[in-house]
């Protein structure tokens, strides 16, 4: 198994641009895949078959690799995707969020059709993470642009109605990326104020019915925890977050912080996940 981490460029960190490949150590940053197609990716998501990773492409588009990192399907460029996040939503779907349209798009698993979004075009004014639960609930971060000191906002929308209603709403969040928790808490990354150089990074936990503050994730001074974004959950109770320069791991049941996962001078990260090595 390795750590797949997507490194930012241009607006987004001047980072490489580029996945990169690290040991279950940290060591490495290797080039991940090669290909050409690939700009300035931003999130990732394994497959459920668990021999293929999601990456959307800052080209508007969305790319499926196998775990040589080799591209074996793709959507056309679509105009105003802007992808940000992605996650497989339960009936199979692919879902990104839109950073220009300002909603949730889905695609059918295997790329080959047109996407479909989930609502309305500016449901909110920057998506940012988003989760499904088992309930059908969908819960959906509405992020800040540089400067804005607003409260952060997570929505929550009825499964057949698709009406939304504000769970949170914290001037002490300002929310990058969301996953839930085996507990069925909403645990989301965040940085405020958002794109301040003095900016405070932690992972903050929500109770989903009550929209209750549960606790908080913060490091220690080991680590810069500077610009967090991408969140994962490991099967042996990790939760991982990636930054600038860094990933971290929390151990979910105590809160307690585990120390750098990997180290990698401006990183830039913006998405992480788990997935086999290939072989030639």
């Known amino acids: 198994m390795q750590i797949i981490v997507s490194s930012a460029s241009g607006s987004n960190g001047q980072g490489l641009g580029a996945l990169l490949a690290f040991a279950p150590d940290g060591s490495g940053g290797t080039p991940f895949a090669t290909d050409s197609g690939i700009v300035d990716p931003r999130g990732l998501h394994v497959h459920p078959d668990g021999r293929h990773l999601y990456v959307n492409s800052g080209d508007d588009r969305v790319l499926l690799l196998d775990t040589m ?43 080959r059709g047109p996407g479909e979004p989930l609502f309305r075009r500016g449901v909110v004014s920057f998506p ?33 109605t698709k009406d939304a209603t504000t769970l ?14 085996p507990s069925g808490h909403l645990l989301v990354t965040s940085e405020v104020p958002f794109g301040s150089p003095t900016a405070v ?8 019915r009550s929209g209750r503050l549960v606790r908080v994730f913060a490091p220690d ?32 049941a105590s809160g307690r912080f585990l120390g750098a996962l990997l180290r990698f001078q401006d990183l830039y990260g913006q998405a992480l996940d788990f997935f086999p090595a290939g072989t030639p």
Do not use: H, Q, W
Not at 130 to 156: E, K, N, Q, Y
Not at 202 to 208: A, K, L, N, S
């Open 69 to 111: 990192g080799k591209v074996v399907a793709a959507t056309p460029p679509i105009p105003e995707l802007n992808p940000g996040g992605g996650f497989v939503v339960p009936d199979g779907r692919f879902c990104v969020t839109s950073r220009t349209m300002r909603t949730v798009v889905a695609f059918p698993a295997d790329l």
């Open 168 to 181: 949170i709403e914290d001037p002490d969040l300002s929310p990058l990326d969301v996953t839930l928790a």
């Open 128 to 160: 940012r993470g988003f989760a499904f639960a088992p309930d059908g609930r969908l819960f959906l971060a509405s992020g800040a642009s540089a400067g804005d000191t607003g409260p952060g906002r997570i929505l929550v929308f009825a499964p057949e």
């Open 221 to 252: 001074a080991s680590v810069t925890f500077r610009r967090p974004r991408g969140l994962r959950l490991t099967r042996d109770g990790r939760l991982c977050c990636v930054a600038r320069d860094e990933a971290v791991a929390f151990d979910l």
């Open 201 to 208: 990074g932690m992972v903050r936990e929500y109770d989903t």
